[in-house]
């Protein structure tokens, strides 16, 4: 059986990007909590998964965007780098375009205003619910961080309980420590 | 069952069938240009994936793909180096490339396979049934069975 060559396949791959017919290109991205797989439309960054099943994610992927699905880096690469800055502590921001076309408009609204949440801080379910115009959605919230599709970028991690407690994590309650940790938000 | 019809992620059908398009283009085509060939033909299946309607008979689909890529490249209908080592060749009233793909468009995907490498680019019997992964005797009963019914059509002369 004659085998494509690494070289030929990651020439493919990155033609298929360049010439714009994908639907989404998704890529593993090795960092301290973990490889997460990464997801971009055109449009930006639609999906971030904490320990990805590809052949799973892959079949999401096409079943909600499209089937026209590969991995390839270059699309990818812009995330890897900025969170490559930020669990180095050199970026307390990321500048990066989303694609929230899957969520609902409520949901949306919340993610939203999730992104404003500064580095550093956290603030809470209920406080969240406030200033997404919902005030008495706190439990609503909390659904929405949990599915919140693209995490630490959207950093649903600085979203806690009005008790101060970590409450859940969709990637585990210890990566969201780790992440207040980095970000010095817990001692 | 349902779902194995459903077309699939791009991603999962080019893994499963990479190495045997590869595999084809470097018998057809040489190592050199199969490079080229190869990304041309996975570039016109995602141009193309849109159209499909399920997921069945891909390879056939892709092996089609490849083979038309094979062609253009060479810019004339099966060329002498095509045509090199077969056995039997079928060589007399060999209707003109574009004509056989036309007729053969109506056909199922498997037997359109079959009779476009066969009488396309006279590929042997036993390669069809490698790229096709059956055997050599259901290529020919495929590619035979396609002629039939062309024939049936009465547009095959």
């Known amino acids: 059986m004659t085998h494509v060559t690494s070289q030929l396949d990651g020439r493919f791959r990155a033609a298929a990007a360049d010439a714009g017919l994908l639907d989404a290109a998704y890529d593993l991205v090795d960092t301290p909590i973990g490889t997460l797989l990464v997801a971009a439309t055109e449009t930006g960054i639609c999906r971030i998964s904490f320990d990805p099943e590809p052949e799973w994610e892959v079949e999401q992927l096409s079943r909600l965007l499209g089937t026209k699905i590969l991995r390839v880096a270059k699309p990818v690469d812009e995330a890897r780098r900025q969170l490559d800055e930020y669990f180095e502590r050199r970026r307390t921001e990321f500048e990066l375009a989303v694609d929230l076309r899957l969520s609902a408009e409520f949901s949306r609204r919340v993610l939203e205003e999730l992104a404003k949440v500064p580095y550093g801080e956290t603030t809470t379910y209920g406080a969240l619910a406030v200033r997404a115009a919902r005030p008495r959605a706190a439990r609503a919230v909390g659904t929405v961080m949990n599915r919140n599709p693209i995490p630490i970028v959207l950093p649903c991690h600085r979203v806690v309980g009005s008790t101060g407690s970590l409450v859940g994590y969709g990637g585990g309650l210890e990566r969201k420590e780790q992440l207040l940790r980095l970000e010095g938000a817990l001692l | ?157």
């Open chain 2, 1 to 157: 069952m349902m779902e194995a019809m459903a077309v699939p992620p791009f991603e999962r059908f080019y893994v499963e069938h990479r190495d045997v398009v590869f595999g084809f283009l470097v018998k057809r085509v040489g190592r050199a240009q199969a490079e080229d060939a190869f990304q041309e033909t996975f570039l016109r299946a995602l141009r193309g994936w849109g159209t499909l309607r399920h997921g069945r008979h891909l390879r056939a689909w892709i092996l089609t793909i490849a083979a038309h890529v094979v062609f253009d490249s060479a810019k004339s209908p099966p060329s002498n180096r095509l045509l090199q080592g077969d056995e039997g060749a079928a060589e007399d009233g060999l209707p003109a490339y574009a004509e056989l793909a036309h007729l053969a468009d109506e056909l199922p995907p498997t037997e359109r396979a079959a009779v476009v490498l066969r009488y396309g680019y006279d590929l042997p019997y036993a390669e069809i049934g490698a790229a096709l992964g059956s055997s050599e005797d259901a290529a020919r009963a495929a590619a035979s069975s396609g002629i039939r019914r062309l024939r049936k059509k009465e547009r095959w002369t």
